[in-house]
């Protein structure tokens, strides 16, 4: 499915089961999507992360429907997904800035939250850096940690501070010899050149990782191996992380829409990061790698 007809039906998918159980591997199934690049894409063009949009468009409806006065507000708040009353009122508050009560009554008003409509313009600009080619297979070592969708974009910039601080900033950047398999497997395996996204079932896998040279893997890293496949690597320069968004916007608006030749192929990506200057710099080197595969024409 195309990749701007694949996320309108996704949201019209929403707006008809607004009412039921829905998250993003649900949606993402309905479209033949991947769940990770399908919550990356939304969340990109929208503004919203996936989550949030259906929270926001379910206290919407709700509030139409206190207005009206005909339901109880406990059944309100079930027919939208809230389990008590009490966690109803909150969410409801903290979104309208008024009470359920308050709305009914009409001493309030609520926030309007209407469907989003997807429409994407290319246009102008400068012509995108980028390389489609076959890659031997890869296999990476690093740190692993799961995060979920909502919180991915925040958390994982994070979890980078997290092992620069414990393993990096006092040691290894200082010129300091390794004190620990950790601090070894990093120099060993450049980790910190490559961050790896991975779906995995509802999660989405990240890595801080290194080109597997051989040796020893400590206890707390892993290893993640990428088949023999087809590549579009993406060429970034500037300082992280601005340019990094920056081009993951324009990927996901201006490459990816109504692309004649290729589409994604996999439930992951991979960042690389130059091991050259530092990622303030205005002309730091870097790129995101998409796994792809040619369409078949009709």
Not at 10 to 31: K, P, Q
Not at 109 to 116: C, D, I, N, Q
Not at 192 to 199: A, F, L
């Amino acid at each position: 499915m195309e990749w701007v007809c694949a996320l309108k039906e996704a949201l019209s998918f929403i707006e008809n089961n607004l009412t039921e159980e829905l998250d993003v591997a649900s949606v993402a199934d309905h479209v033949h999507m991947s769940p990770f690049y399908l919550a990356k894409g939304f969340s990109i063009l929208t503004g919203y992360t996936l989550g949030e949009y259906i929270r926001n468009r379910r206290l919407y409806e709700a509030s139409v429907e206190l207005r009206q006065g005909e339901d109880r507000i406990i059944d309100v708040a079930m027919k939208y997904g809230w389990e008590t009353p009490e966690s109803f009122t909150k969410a409801f508050t903290r979104f309208h800035g008024a009470s359920p009560s308050q709305v009914r009554t009409g001493s309030a008003a609520a926030v309007t939250f209407l469907p989003v409509q997807i429409s994407i313009e290319i246009s102008g600009g400068g012509k995108m850096d980028f390389t489609v080619s076959p890659m031997w297979p890869i296999k990476l070592i690093g740190f692993e940690r799961e995060f979920s969708y909502e919180e991915a974009y925040e958390k994982i910039p994070q979890f980078w501070d997290e092992i620069c601080e414990k393993y990096c900033n006092h040691t290894i950047y200082a010129g300091k010899a390794p004190s620990c398999p950790e601090e070894q497997a990093i120099i060993d395996n450049c980790i910190g050149e490559y961050g790896v996204c991975i779906d995995g079932e509802g999660k989405i896998r990240y890595l801080v990782a290194g080109k597997y040279t051989g040796g020893d893997v400590p206890e707390t890293m892993k290893l993640v191996e990428f088949p023999q496949g087809t590549w579009a690597k993406f060429k970034c320069r500037g300082p992280i992380p601005e340019a990094f968004q920056a081009l993951n916007t324009r990927i996901f608006k201006e490459w990816l829409p109504g692309n004649p030749d290729y589409e994604i192929a996999g439930d992951y990506n991979i960042e690389w990061y130059s091991c050259d200057g530092e990622k303030s710099d205005a002309d730091y080197e870097s790129g995101i790698w998409v796994p792809v595969k040619a369409k078949e024409k009709g």
